[in-house]
T-cell receptor
Framework: EAQVTQNPRYLITVTGKKLTVTCSQN?????MSWYRQDPGLGLRQIYY???????DKGDVPEGYKVSRKEKRNFPLILESPSPNQTSLYFC??????????????FGPGTRLLVL | AQSVAQPEDQVNVAEGNPLTVKCTYS??????LFWYVQYPNRGLQFLLK??????LVKGSYGFEAEFNKSQTSFHLKKPSALVSDSALYFC???????????????FGQGTELSVKP
């Protein structure tokens, strides 16, 4: 089954304790993104990757890091989490069509609470 | 700057009645428009998209959306609502002439649809 998986699905942590949220897709997609979802704000892109070893900042990158060492994986790293990073996080992937019409496929989400 | 507005935080509909979830957009060029649905404790699922051509787009689960360029709107519709349609709906846009940031979408704030029996 074609899918995007994320782990963990739920995470409670404390301020300053480094954490990693994993994302994996089995569709051989070149593009991958991380979004965060906050009430009243919709989803906002944190980081994106156009291919292996090619990553760049989205709209809200502060406090986050990513890496893309393999095509299927795109982990999100919070080096020193803070309470304002409490949110619902989604990983997404898609494949370029050359016309910008590709559909993004989303993972199930990771709900993070930073105390 | 690109933006999407969903003017209603919540829409309440009786089962069997038609439903409309509103979306307006602002982009500098011609848009690609999308609707996604989020069921409780689930990820976002793609419903439909407008690329070009016919202004009425049909999607999954009996939903359709009408692109109106003059009103810069892309409202989601369904002729007869089901209780199982209750979910959070997101409209999203991509400007086809901007650099493709990994397929980045600009999302509206979401509309909670509640369908009562």
């Amino acid at each position: 089954e074609a899918q995007v998986t994320q782990n963990p699905r739920y995470l409670i942590t404390v301020t300053g304790k480094k954490l990693t949220v994993t994302c994996s897709q089995n569709m051989n997609h070149e593009y991958m993104s991380w979004y965060r979802q906050d009430p009243g704000l919709g989803l906002r892109q944190i980081y994106y990757s156009m291919n292996v070893e090619v990553t760049d900042k989205g709209d809200v990158p502060e406090g986050y890091k990513v890496s893309r060492k393999e095509k299927r994986n795109f982990p999100l790293i919070l080096e020193s989490p803070s309470p304002n990073q409490t949110s619902l996080y989604f990983c997404a992937s898609s494949s370029p069509t050359g016309r910008g019409v590709e559909t993004q496929y989303f993972g199930p989400g990771t709900r993070l609470l930073v105390l | 700057a690109q933006s999407v507005a969903q003017p209603e935080d919540q829409v309440n509909v009786a089962e069997g009645n038609p439903l409309t979830v509103k979306c307006t957009y602002s982009v500098s060029g011609n848009p690609y428009l999308f609707w996604y649905v989020q069921y409780p404790n689930r990820g976002l699922q793609f419903l439909l998209k407008y690329i070009t051509g016919d202004n009425l787009v049909k999607g999954s689960y009996g939903f359709e959306a009408e692109f109106n360029k003059s009103q810069t709107s892309f409202h989601l519709k369904k002729p007869s609502a089901l209780v199982s349609d209750s979910a959070l709906y997101f409209c999203a846009v991509r400007d086809r002439f901007l650099y493709n940031q990994g397929g980045k979408l600009i999302f509206g704030q979401g509309t909670e649809l509640s369908v009562k029996p």
